[in-house]
């Protein structure tokens, strides 16, 4: 059974790093794209980021371009996204999602294209 367990999250101030870990089951990293969204209070989903299982590339949201850095350790079978110089508009649970794919990311993901979910984890940017 795939599975996506986040953890990392909490609360930093403005200016500040977290790194956020996602420990996936069930599944190879190899045969699956992998990323995160987040949802601020009130908003819609906001695609994050995300990486190929297949060749290791690499798309940002435009909010996060420069800031945050994905990765992953297939030995561990863990996704990681480094954030650094938080905002206050960072603020919002983050959620690891996975898709099974073997070929390039799309250009764009919206939250429907992204069909296994974790259960999310809080992310605070106090001013």
């Known amino acids: 059974q795939l599975q996506l367990v986040e953890s990392g999250g909490g609360l930093v101030q403005s200016g500040g790093s977290l790194r956020l870990s996602c420990g996936v089951s069930g599944f190879s990293l190899d045969n699956y794209a992998l990323g995160w969204f987040r949802q601020a209070p009130g908003k819609e989903r906001e695609a994050i980021s995300f990486?190929?299982?297949?060749?290791?590339?690499?798309i940002y949201g435009g909010a996060v371009k420069g800031r945050f850095i994905i990765s992953r350790d297939n030995a561990k079978n863990t996704v990681y996204l480094q954030m650094n110089n938080l905002e206050p508009e960072d603020t919002g649970v983050y959620y690891c999602?996975?898709?099974?794919?073997?070929?390039?990311?799309?250009?764009?993901?919206?939250?429907?294209?992204?069909?296994?979910w974790g259960k999310g984890t809080l992310v605070i940017v106090s001013s």
């Open positions: 999602v996975a898709e099974e794919r073997r070929g390039p990311l799309n250009s764009f993901y919206f939250p429907s294209d992204m069909p296994n």
């Open positions: 990486i190929s299982g297949s060749d290791g590339s690499t």
